[in-house]
């Protein structure tokens, strides 16, 4: 489980990409729910724009997930989360 630092975590949440590899590397860290919840909903809103953007013909930038399976998997992550709740 990774441990991460205040600053990680405050990274995390402007920029979960710059600090996790994918939606599924938030649940393994070593954070409080809350801080989960609030990562990969910045993560969807990022994913959600970037839908947005490949829609009007801009590529990603990232090529490791499509922008629908990066959003797909962070809904999962985000079902996980509540239902461990």
Same mark, same amino acid.
């Given at each position: 489980?990774?441990?991460?630092?205040?600053?990680?975590?405050?990274?995390?949440?402007?920029? /979960?990409?710059?600090?996790?590899?994918?939606?599924?590397?938030?649940?393994?860290?070593?954070?409080?729910?809350?801080?989960?919840?609030?990562?990969? &909903?910045?993560?969807?809103?990022?994913?959600?724009?970037?839908?947005?953007?490949?829609?009007?013909?801009?590529?990603?930038?990232?090529?490791?997930?499509? /922008?629908?399976?990066? &959003?797909?998997?962070?809904?999962?992550?985000?079902?996980?989360?509540?239902?461990?709740?």
């Amino acid at each position: 489980m990774k441990t991460l630092s205040a600053a990680d975590i405050a990274q995390a949440k402007l920029d /979960p990409a710059s600090v996790f590899h994918g939606p599924e590397d938030v649940l393994q860290a070593s954070l409080a729910p809350e801080d989960k919840k609030s990562i990969l &909903l910045r993560w969807e809103e990022d994913a959600d724009a970037l839908i947005r953007a490949t829609d009007e013909g801009m590529e990603p930038s990232d090529n490791r997930r499509s /922008p629908g399976e990066l &959003l797909a998997a962070i809904q999962a992550a985000l079902e996980t989360l509540e239902d461990g709740a």
